[in-house]
């Protein structure tokens, strides 16, 4: 049977700590936990669980502390928990099956992380697969009988193991403030980051986020380097960063740029919005609908289904057409339903 080291980093969990580590301590063999700069009970509660309790001051940089934390586990296998996580008695038992049966090949094993849409910032699905427990050490071996190679690729597992996500509050703000700070650094988001940004924009993000976000995103389009999906991205944020401005030459000139190359659902829904805020219905049906049905979404998928749904029963409402607005509700409730029973993988 393999051993687990039980891997977390935390700063402020007294809330939710004990909770996740009552649901591991018998799982795993080790438990190592790295303290970014608590002012609450929480040292306090880990060391109820565990000596391994390290300090990290923090960097404003997340994979520094999961690396510090890596370093200090000892078991075959790390498994990556985070504090407002919790693994029922159902999954407990899963879990301790997969621990005796593994095999020794398996170098990452993924479980369905769930319940993600309360107080989500970047999740588009209420339960998708995640990579939670990983070899620690990695073995290199050659592979073919003639122009060998060695076999880079890990061998992935993808278990039935549902890990619960059960978090009190959202965490956009915390994390926006850590875009900043490596924005002001002067330091360029990566393809993914720059991606990551707009999705927690798109999904938790308030008004005065997105004002604030949008003269980085502004800067950004003048960069003839990005990558087309790049673009895209900044042109759904710039969207609504330029109809909150009243800034209709940059509303156009996105939306433009963002049709003629491959539409997003979330520049269509932010036309529809200009259009009906200036009391347009008929035109802003259209925009609506084209997010709806004839484009896709890009960062957050309520944008292409319950949202122009609402809004184009809305429109048809104020032209006084009871039928049709009757069922736009209908179809976005229905939408609405059906999109927490979805996955991902």
Same mark, same amino acid.
């Given at each position: 049977?393999?051993?687990?080291?039980?891997?977390?980093?935390?700063?402020?969990?007294?809330?939710?700590?004990?909770?996740?580590?009552?649901?591991?301590?018998?799982?795993?063999?080790?438990?190592?936990?790295?303290?970014?700069? $608590?002012?609450?009970?929480?040292?306090?509660?880990?060391?109820?669980?565990?000596?391994?309790?390290?300090?990290?001051?923090?960097?404003?940089?997340?994979?520094?502390?999961?690396?510090?934390?890596?370093?200090?586990?000892?078991?075959?296998?790390?498994?990556?928990?985070?504090?407002?996580?919790?693994?029922?008695?159902?999954?407990?038992?899963?879990?301790?099956?997969?621990?005796?049966?593994?095999?020794?090949?398996?170098?990452?094993?993924?479980?369905?992380?769930?319940?993600?849409?309360?107080?989500?910032?970047?999740?588009?699905?209420?339960?998708?697969?995640?990579?939670?427990?990983?070899?620690?050490?990695?073995?290199?071996?050659?592979?073919?009988?003639?122009?060998?190679?060695?076999?880079?690729?890990?061998?992935?597992?993808?278990?039935?193991?549902?890990?619960?996500?059960?978090?009190?509050?959202?965490?956009?703000?915390?994390?926006?403030?850590?875009?900043?700070?490596?924005?002001?650094?002067?330091?360029?988001? $990566?393809?993914?980051?720059?991606?990551?940004?707009?999705?927690?924009?798109?999904?938790?993000?308030?008004?005065?986020?997105?004002?604030?976000?949008?003269?980085?995103?502004?800067?950004?389009?003048?960069?003839?380097?990005?990558?087309?999906?790049?673009? $895209?991205?900044?042109?759904?944020?710039?969207?609504?960063?330029?109809?909150?401005?009243?800034?209709?030459?940059?509303?156009?000139?996105?939306?433009?740029?963002?049709?003629?190359?491959?539409? $997003?659902?979330?520049?269509?829904?932010?036309?529809?919005?200009?259009?009906?805020?200036?009391?347009?219905?008929?035109?802003?049906?259209?925009?609506?609908?084209?997010?709806?049905?004839?484009?896709?979404?890009?960062?957050?998928?309520?944008?292409?289904?319950?949202?122009?749904?609402?809004?184009?029963?809305?429109?048809?409402?104020?032209?006084?057409?009871?039928?049709?607005?009757?069922?736009?509700?209908?179809?976005?409730?229905?939408?609405?339903?059906?999109?927490?029973?979805?996955?991902?993988?």
């Amino acid at each position: 049977m393999i051993t687990i080291t039980a891997c977390m980093i935390v700063k402020n969990e007294e809330e939710v700590l004990k909770r996740c580590l009552d649901s591991l301590k018998n799982l795993v063999d080790e438990i190592v936990i790295v303290d970014t700069g $608590s002012t609450d009970l929480t040292k306090e509660i880990a060391k109820t669980y565990t000596d391994k309790v390290y300090d990290f001051t923090w960097v404003h940089d997340f994979a520094a502390a999961r690396n510090y934390s890596f370093s200090k586990a000892t078991m075959d296998y790390i498994y990556v928990a985070d504090a407002d996580e919790e693994i029922d008695t159902e999954n407990q038992e899963k879990f301790r099956m997969l621990k005796e049966a593994m095999l020794p090949e398996i170098e990452i094993v993924q479980m369905y992380y769930t319940n993600q849409l309360q107080y989500g910032t970047t999740y588009n699905y209420d339960k998708e697969y995640r990579p939670k427990l990983y070899r620690r050490l990695r073995e290199f071996m050659w592979q073919d009988p003639i122009h060998e190679t060695v076999a880079l690729d890990p061998v992935i597992y993808d278990s039935d193991i549902e890990i619960i996500h059960r978090p009190t509050m959202s965490h956009a703000k915390r994390d926006f403030n850590n875009f900043y700070v490596i924005l002001n650094k002067g330091e360029r988001l $990566s393809p993914k980051l720059t991606h990551m940004f707009a999705k927690e924009l798109f999904i938790a993000g308030e008004d005065d986020d997105f004002i604030k976000a949008g003269e980085y995103f502004d800067e950004w389009q003048k960069d003839t380097t990005r990558t087309s999906e790049e673009c $895209s991205y900044i042109q759904c944020v710039l969207a609504k960063y330029a109809r909150l401005q009243g800034n209709l030459e940059l509303l156009m000139k996105v939306a433009l740029k963002n049709i003629a190359s491959k539409a $997003s659902s979330e520049v269509c829904y932010e036309l529809g919005e200009h259009y009906f805020e200036l009391e347009d219905y008929e035109e802003a049906l259209i925009w609506y609908y084209n997010a709806a049905y004839e484009t896709e979404c890009q960062l957050n998928i309520h944008y292409g289904g319950d949202y122009p749904l609402m809004k184009l029963a809305d429109c048809y409402r104020e032209l006084g057409n009871v039928e049709q607005t009757r069922a736009y509700e209908e179809l976005a409730k229905n939408w609405s339903l059906s999109v927490n029973s979805r996955d991902t993988f």
